[in-house]
């Protein structure tokens, strides 16, 4: 479906090294280390409750609204730890993407959707350069040519194809480096899914994308790095194409043939 | 095209009944299963009529209420007035004296009263406020001194309710009215010198110790005082409190403690507030007593706690993943809560606070505790001046038995309904038009 990039380049956008996190006492991350590269699709897979989403949710510190919630180890952006106290979660979030399992455009017009990220952070000078970038990125979805025509409807009377799409674009719009998708597919029908996997291969070439599925077949479709969560460990990570074909570990070869998960 | 659809009906039901289908009640036979199911649909359909007559007594109760309301009331929107020939005679006007005006003029009417209680009662059949009225009459038309003009001028509280009464036929409780009285009026009426009118003076006026002169204007602009204070004071704390607690403050045992006394301040007799702006507003702060201001103020901590409890129930019903999802575009905590779950929030809030408000215009008791039970007769100028309110005005007149006055009292309760019923209106609009459903 979508042209598989070759790992050219040792080129590591993130990087966690013993990422550990605690809900008060239960620990739900045993010290993880991963490597994202940049530029390419890195699905995160694994049974429910194996921890895929607080790793995620770790990349972008949105763990900090969890009550209870604490973590140890280290998360690099571009070689900086973005847990230190200096980082700014606001900066961070703006170059840490994130779309949600289910779409939740703001119910603000579709517009507002899109242009309310590059707002808070001050991207555009004046009315026509956020005009020119919210119609680029919606174009950039794959949007435009639906909703042109009304901009000022709100954002929830799209279908849900098309909000998450709308998500998408909004998560864009901040320019960010890396974007984060928590099983965006996962509310949407065949043919929607479809467009959102067309999209992510598209949006490959200009960010990092991580992506939790719960589908093999659309982990091997739209990524090329897979890591394989069991318990709140990654047992096995690396080459979509080498996971899915010769797995080393026989629990991941028992998960993607379906055994258990 | 009705015989049509009745046929069409009456085929659709004889296949249904045909075809025995399990769906139709009729068709159960006596087998355990099918008791099983007509049992279960019985008790249906005594919850459903149990419903509906719950539903239908209420309704009696208030409608019966409502009715009896509206037939006291409705007469008080008449008065009756006399036309009055006044004679405005220069030297009398010279020396301001209307009351022998008024006293000249009805003797014109009735010559033939002589006797000294005789006329003691004639002079009664106008209101006892007619020579100001006469007299400012005359300041406006100066060119009348020296002339007989016809006048409407408003008859005595007890002439105008016999007068209705008459017209509805219950004659016989005429109230304080002496035969000879009864007879002027019949009278009166026949030479079409008696009319009933529009009462516009109860509209206009404030109170007054003539039943046919107080009106109700008074203390609704000092309702309407009243709850300004109220809004400016209860509505940014009350929201305020609710968006810290609900979005920023840390759950804790200090905050549960808060929430716990927030939902018991709910629950609080509304005279103990009265209480507490008594002792507060008026003994400690020397605020002025029986003002518009105590009057608000107290107003306001008693729709304080339900304007929190309305806020925070709106603010938790805006989904989490929209707060996650603008927390994720990088925007600070302030900024999810004012650019987006506020936003969300405000007609649920702008509901629950209307309604509180709708509460606070109907508030009695606690108004009576700061003294905004006063007889007042000017119409309030300021939010510091005395003043009172509606429902208390209703108290008031309620306390005096004089006939004029329980009309009086049922008109201002039907004016409180019909105040009350358009605040509500507006709350439902609001919801209904920015309503946001998720």
């Given at each position: 479906m979508t042209?598989?990039?070759?790992?050219?380049?040792?080129?590591?956008?993130?990087?966690?090294?013993?990422?550990?996190?605690?809900?008060?006492?239960?620990?739900?991350?045993?010290?993880?280390?991963?490597?994202?590269r940049a530029n390419t699709v890195t699905a995160l897979i694994g049974p429910s409750g194996c921890g895929k989403s607080?790793?995620?949710?770790?990349?972008?510190?949105?763990?900090?609204?969890?009550?209870?919630?604490?973590?140890?180890?280290?998360?690099?952006?571009?070689?900086?730890?973005?847990?230190?106290?200096?980082?700014?979660?606001?900066?961070?979030?703006?170059?840490?993407?994130?779309?949600?399992?289910?779409?939740?455009?703001?119910?603000?017009?579709?517009?507002?959707?899109?242009?309310?990220?590059?707002?808070?952070?001050?991207?555009?000078?004046?009315?026509?350069?956020?005009?020119?970038?919210?119609?680029?990125?919606?174009?950039?979805?794959?949007?435009?040519?639906?909703?042109y025509d009304r901009l000022l409807a709100p954002g929830t009377s799209l279908s849900g194809g098309q909000q998450q799409r709308?998500?998408?674009?909004?998560?864009?719009?901040?320019?960010?480096?890396?974007?984060?998708?928590?099983?965006?597919c996962s509310a949407l029908d065949p043919i929607a899914t479809a467009r959102i996997e067309e999209l992510i291969a598209e949006l490959e070439k200009k960010f990092t994308i991580v992506i939790i599925t719960h589908s093999m077949q659309q982990a091997q479709r739209v990524s090329s790095h897979t890591a394989f969560f069991h318990l709140g460990r990654i047992i096995e990570a690396g080459e979509t194409k080498k996971i899915f074909t010769e797995p080393e570990h026989k629990k991941t070869r028992a998960y993607i043939a379906g055994k258990f998960g | 095209m009705t015989k049509f659809f009745q046929r069409r009906t009456r085929i659709a039901m004889d296949r249904a009944k045909k075809k025995k289908s399990p769906f139709l009640y009729k068709s159960y036979s006596s087998k355990p299963k099918h008791k099983r199911i007509r049992k279960r649909k019985a008790q249906e359909r005594r919850f459903k009529n149990m419903g509906f007559i719950a539903i239908v007594i209420s309704s009696l109760f208030l409608a019966s209420l409502l009715w009896n309301v509206f037939m006291t009331g409705k007469s008080a929107f008449m008065e009756a007035q006399i036309l009055l020939p006044v004679k405005f005679d220069s030297a009398l006007v010279e020396s301001e004296d209307y009351r022998d005006i008024v006293h000249n003029s009805l003797m014109g009417l009735f010559p033939d009263v002589v006797k000294r209680s005789n006329k003691r009662a004639l002079f009664s059949m106008v209101s006892r406020n007619t020579h100001n009225e006469l007299q400012s009459y005359i300041e406006e038309n100066p060119q009348f001194i020296g002339t007989t003009q016809d006048v409407w001028v408003a008859a005595s509280s007890a002439v105008s309710v016999f007068y209705k009464r008459h017209l509805y036929e219950q004659a016989e409780r005429g109230g304080k009215i002496v035969p000879a009285e009864a007879a002027w009026i019949t009278e009166l009426a026949r030479a079409g010198r008696m009319e009933l009118k529009f009462n516009a003076m109860f509209f206009k006026n404030g109170d007054s110790r003539e039943a046919e002169q107080a009106g109700i204007l008074a203390s609704t602009i000092g309702s309407f005082f009243t709850i300004?204070?109220?809004?400016?004071?209860?509505?940014?704390?009350?929201?305020?409190?609710a968006i810290y607690l609900e979005e920023f403050a840390k759950k804790n045992w200090f905050t549960d403690f808060i929430e716990i006394n927030i939902n018991n301040l709910a629950a609080v007799p509304s005279i103990i507030f009265g209480l507490l702006g008594l002792s507060i507003y008026l003994n400690l702060f020397g605020l002025p007593r029986s003002s518009a201001l105590v009057g608000g103020m107290v107003l306001a901590l008693l729709i304080l706690p339900v304007i929190v409890i309305a806020t925070r129930n709106s603010l938790r019903a805006v989904p989490p993943s929209i707060r996650y999802a603008a927390a994720a575009l990088g925007a600070t905590p302030t900024q999810v809560v004012f650019h987006h779950t506020l936003i969300y929030a405000l007609p649920g809030i702008m509901t629950g606070v209307i309604l509180s408000i709708a509460r606070a215009f109907g508030e009695t008791a606690p108004l009576l505790m700061i003294g905004m039970v006063a007889f007042?007769?000017?119409?309030?100028?300021?939010?510091?001046?005395?003043?009172?309110?509606?429902?208390?005005?209703?108290?008031?007149?309620?306390?005096?038995?004089?006939?004029?006055?329980v009309e009086k009292t049922a008109a201002a309760i039907m004016v409180l309904l019909v105040l009350m019923i358009l605040i509500n209106l507006l709350a439902i609009y609001i919801r209904k038009k920015y309503e946001i459903k998720w």
């Open positions: 042209k598989k990039k070759a790992v050219s380049n040792d080129n590591i956008r993130m990087r966690t090294q013993g990422l550990s996190v605690f809900y008060n006492e239960a620990q739900a991350l045993f010290d993880v280390d991963l490597d994202i607080t790793f995620m949710r770790c990349l972008n510190r949105m763990n900090d609204y969890v009550e209870g919630c604490r973590v140890t180890g280290k998360v690099r952006l571009d070689g900086f730890n973005i847990y230190k106290d200096s980082v700014d979660t606001i900066l961070l979030r703006q170059k840490v993407g994130m779309v949600f399992q289910k779409p939740n455009p703001f119910p603000k017009s579709i517009y507002e959707n899109v242009a309310y990220g590059p707002k808070i952070h001050h991207l555009v000078n004046n009315k026509d350069e956020l005009d020119a970038l919210v119609e680029k990125t919606l174009k950039r979805v794959g949007l435009w040519d639906e909703v709308l998500c998408i674009a909004r998560a864009i719009a901040t320019k960010p480096e890396v974007v984060l998708m928590d099983e965006p | 300004l204070v109220c809004i400016v004071m209860a509505f940014p704390l009350g929201v305020a409190t007042i007769a000017d119409i309030p100028k300021t939010i510091l001046g005395p003043a009172t309110t509606l429902p208390v005005q209703v108290y008031l007149w309620s306390n005096n038995p004089e006939l004029g006055f």
